[in-house]
């Protein structure tokens, strides 16, 4: 079967810096992905990790091992409208197999 | 950027009567778009997948005669809800892609706002 394994949830505090990890069974990889959803609204795209490594876009961070099937979405610096849904997904050739998302809890 | 619309935005009907949803890409050409339902605190379910010119692929438990994918060209897909349930009643997202210009040609995926269906 094809799977996505990430946190339901995660707390931290403003300022702060988190992880979101994002394990992955599938039978086809071409990259993982990463999109933010907050409530009401639709899942925008944040980044995506094709090759090993880490990928950085301002206060985020995402990286790739493919030998280990795992990546990870790291948020510096959190800021209360970071408070959202946070989804890995796998390209599997155009599709894009979702994890059930990791809800992230924002303290002042 | 990429847009990408959907319209209505939210709309009510009654039981049996039909729905139906458009997703445009409004500054691109997408070659492949795909809807998606999210039931309250859960991912997104890929509903079918559609490619311009040619019969959607639906996802294993979802009836394609009842919710009929149309992808007329290459900015706009339909998705009409036939025969609407209060079941049926969910957020209905679009999304378009496109390979991305970089030499990788990372593989870009635009969703549209979402759809919010209730049916009573």
């Given amino acids: ?108 | 950027g990429a847009v990408v619309s959907q319209h209505p935005s939210r709309v009510i009907c009654k039981s049996g009567t039909s729905v139906k949803i458009e997703c445009r890409s409004l500054d691109f050409q997408a070659t492949t778009m795909f809807w998606y339902r999210q039931f309250p605190k859960q991912s997104l379910m890929l509903m079918a997948t559609s490619n311009e010119g040619s019969k959607a692929t639906y996802e294993q438990g979802v009836e394609k005669d009842k919710f009929l994918i149309n992808h007329a060209s290459l900015t706009l897909s339909t998705l009409t809800v036939t025969s609407a349930h209060p079941e049926d009643s969910s957020f209905y997202i679009c999304s378009a892609s496109r390979r991305g210009s970089g030499g990788a040609g990372v593989p870009e995926q635009y969703f549209g706002p979402g759809t919010r269906l209730t049916v009573t």
């Fill in chain 1, 1 to 108: 079967g094809q799977s996505l394994e990430q946190p339901s949830e995660v707390t931290a505090v403003e300022g702060a810096i988190v992880q979101i990890n994002c394990t992955y069974q599938t039978s086809g990889f071409y990259g993982l992905s990463w999109y933010q959803q907050h409530d009401g609204g639709a899942p925008t795209f944040l980044s995506y990790n094709g090759l090993d490594g880490l990928e950085e876009t301002g206060r985020f961070s995402s990286f790739l091992s493919r030998s280990d099937s795992y990546g990870y979405l790291l948020l510096q610096e959190l800021q209360m409208k970071d408070s959202a849904s946070y989804f890995c997904a796998v390209d599997s050739n155009y599709q894009l197999i979702w994890g059930a998302g990791t809800k992230l809890i924002i303290k002042p």
